[in-house]
Antibody, heavy 115, light 112 residues
Framework: EVQLVESGGGLVKPGGSLRLSCAAS????????MNWVRQAPGKGLEWVSS????????YYADSMEGRFTISRDNAKNSLYLQMNSLRAEDTAVYYC????????WGQGTLVTVSS | DIVMTQSPDSLAVSLGERATINCKSS????????????LAWYQQKPGQPPKLLIY???TRKSGVPDRFSGSGSGTDFTLTISSLQAEDVAVYYC????????FGQGTKVDLK
């Protein structure tokens, strides 16, 4: 059974940092590009960042560039998102997701940025 | 960025009736070298992650009921639910991965 399990969310003050993790199992993680996608409360889906299977290619949405860093460890079947300089508008559920055709999504982890 | 625009924003359909959701991209998502449209459809129910229904614009993911179908090419796409069931009440999103990924704003499907 395919599983993507996010962790690391929580309440953080504006300007603070968090590191999200995503543990993958049930599929060959090392062969898939991976994404982080977020969803603010009551809002739609917003792509955050992508990383290729071997980490050669990394992309960010404009509003995250310079503040967020995506990485992966294929030996540990894990995906990460380091988030710095967090803002109130970064409050959202953050999903770990495989490349689109794979269709694998985690349940998400809630990040709340508030003083 | 490619902007994805869905219509309508919401619709109410009777059980067993057809539901049609449209999605228009601001530029073509058809990749010429493989003739594939980099367009997917997702279903999202409250408190759950999105579930992939359709990819390559018209390929149904394994396990998805055949009442769900996708069509279109280039910039105009449609998701059709041929006979709406109660469990189909959800928000539906189109999604392009031709370039930096973007999503439509979502279409809420309710029972009439």
């Amino acid at each position: 059974e395919v599983q993507l399990v996010e962790s690391g969310g929580g309440l953080v003050k504006p300007g603070g940092s968090l590191r999200l993790s995503c543990a993958a199992s049930g599929f060959t993680f090392s062969t898939y590009s991976m994404n982080w996608v977020r969803q603010a409360p009551g809002k739609g889906l917003e792509w955050v960042s992508s990383i290729s299977s071997t980490s050669d290619y990394i992309y960010y949405a404009d509003s995250m560039e310079g503040r967020f860093t995506i990485s992966r460890d294929n030996a540990k079947n894990s995906l990460y998102l380091q988030m710095n300089s967090l803002r109130a508008e970064d409050t959202a559920v953050y999903y770990c997701a495989s490349e689109t055709v794979g269709g694998y999504w985690g349940q998400g982890t809630l990040v709340t940025v508030s003083s | 960025d490619i902007v994805m625009t869905q219509s309508p924003d919401s619709l109410a359909v009777s059980l067993g009736e057809r539901a049609t959701i449209n999605c228009k991209s601001s530029q073509s998502v058809l990749y010429g070298s493989n003739n594939k449209n980099y367009l997917a459809w997702y279903q999202q129910k409250p408190g759950q992650p999105p579930k992939l229904l359709i990819y390559w614009a018209s390929t149904r993911k394994s396990g998805v009921p055949d009442r769900f179908s996708g069509s279109g090419s280039g910039t105009d796409f449609t998701l059709t639910i041929s006979s709406l069931q109660a469990e189909d009440v959800a928000v539906y999103y189109c999604h392009q991965h031709y370039s930096f990924p973007t999503f439509g704003q979502g279409t809420k499907v309710d029972l009439k």
